[in-house]
């Protein structure tokens, strides 16, 4: 099943032209959400690529620039998109291979679908550092013997720095001591540091609380959990640590584990073309990609969180359809919410995920800065 999984997400790679791809000299990263509905069939539902975050000084206040770009949150966020418009169908009387009416105003995921979720490469912070050893000569002290060969280890080193409130800082001594396993992490930028959290905390936070995020909890009965977690076949892998990472440090692989559902997880051997591994590229590529299974407006091409074209003075600003912004639209549209009511408001509004996220932050120890400035903008 994986490998067919990972063909899909070629296939609809390539079908997307050249526009925000790699040049010859770039490397990027690829991940995707796909729906297995409940007879078996599987389709691509979102997918994006990207590596890039926004540093703190570019981030705005209203919602239009969408600060990580990283294949795994812009296609979460595209995957979004997707409910929203699933969520639409429904409401006007079609049909969806995902969600049903519970009700007058709630929504249900049909019984038997699942969604699964791939990534070229491991996520960035805690699931990428996995041990790496290898054989050095080492020479005996005893009768001149010839030299022989001593293991010694390591990890493979990620950029992503713990958050500040973080007491697991990384100790950076030698080898396997380097990193702190276990800290939550902000992702790392050239000169402006981000304010945006790994790859790695950001997924252990969709696999406890759901892929729905808040917003999606007023409109949708229960969590919607993911069924299995592909990595594909370029750069190290490590599935202890991946499991770790992703839900032990939450502790869904303990006391938590009857409550929700664990996501199998596994290695494709299939290289995503334009991975750094694939390519020996050394320069990541700026721009992403996103693409999602709507009937509007299915791919962006951008840059630095905005449309690609789009400049900061631009007469009409146009900002992507993933940014808060848009989603909060989407979201309006589909619950009714009035344009008085402010983005951060309405998110808190949803109980039983903020209670969820809640318990969620407590069992991972520390989590980010607080960041409400950025959600208290309204629907002009």
């Known amino acids: 099943m994986s490998d067919e999984i990972v063909n899909k997400v070629f296939e609809l790679y390539e079908s997307l032209g050249k526009n925000g791809k790699p040049a010859a000299n770039e490397w990027t990263c690829l991940a ?47 995957f979004l998109r997707y409910l929203y418009g699933q969520l639409e169908v429904v409401k006007n009387g079609g049909g ?55 293991a010694k280890f390591d990890v493979h080193r990620t950029g992503a720095k713990p958050v500040k409130s973080d007491p697991r800082q990384d100790p950076k001594g030698g080898g396997a001591e380097y990193h702190a396993r276990g800290a939550v992490r902000i992702k790392p930028g050239r000169g402006d540091p981000t304010k945006s959290l790994s790859c790695s905390d950001k997924i252990a936070k969709w696999i406890y609380c759901g892929l729905q995020g808040a917003l999606l909890s007023l409109l949708i009965t229960e969590p919607i959990e993911l069924s299995s977690i592909i990595i ?77 074209g789009a400049t900061k003075k631009s007469k009409k600003p146009r900002f992507l359809t993933t940014s808060k912004r848009s989603l909060f639209c989407l979201f309006s549209s589909v619950y009714g919410a009035s344009k008085e009511s402010a983005y951060g408001t309405l998110k808190k509004s949803s109980a039983a995920y903020e209670a969820r996220k809640k318990e969620f932050v407590q069992k991972m120890g520390s989590w980010s800065d607080d960041k409400t400035e950025f959600d208290n903008f309204k629907i002009d």
Not at 52 to 78: Q, Y
Not at 133 to 138: A, G, I, L, T, V
Request: with cysteine; glycine share 10%; charged share 25%.
């Open 32 to 78: 995707a959400f796909i729906l297995e509905d409940a007879s078996g069939g599987c389709g691509v539902v979102s997918m994006a690529t990207g590596t890039k975050c926004v540093g703190g000084n570019a981030m705005v206040i209203d919602g239009t620039v969408v600060f990580d770009s990283h294949a795994e949150v812009l296609a979460r966020r595209n």
């Open 96 to 150: 969806s291979a995902i969600v049903e009416l519970e009700d007058d105003k709630k929504f249900r995921i049909i019984d038997g679908a699942k969604i699964h979720f791939y990534t070229s490469q491991l996520p960035c912070g805690d699931a990428s550092i996995v041990p790496t050893n290898f054989e050095s000569d080492q020479e005996s002290i005893e009768n001149d013997e010839l030299p022989a060969k001593k």
């Open 232 to 308: 594909g076949g370029a750069g190290p892998f490590d599935r202890q640590v991946l499991e770790s990472a992703l839900v032990g440090r939450s502790g869904l692989n303990g006391s938590e584990s009857s409550k929700r559902r664990i996501p199998t997880m596994a290695r494709s051997p299939i290289v995503f073309k334009h991975s750094a591994e694939a390519t020996g590229a050394k320069r990541p590529c700026a721009a992403s990609i996103g693409w999602a299974d709507v009937e509007e407006k299915k791919l962006e091409v951008s840059v630095e969180g905005r449309c690609l």
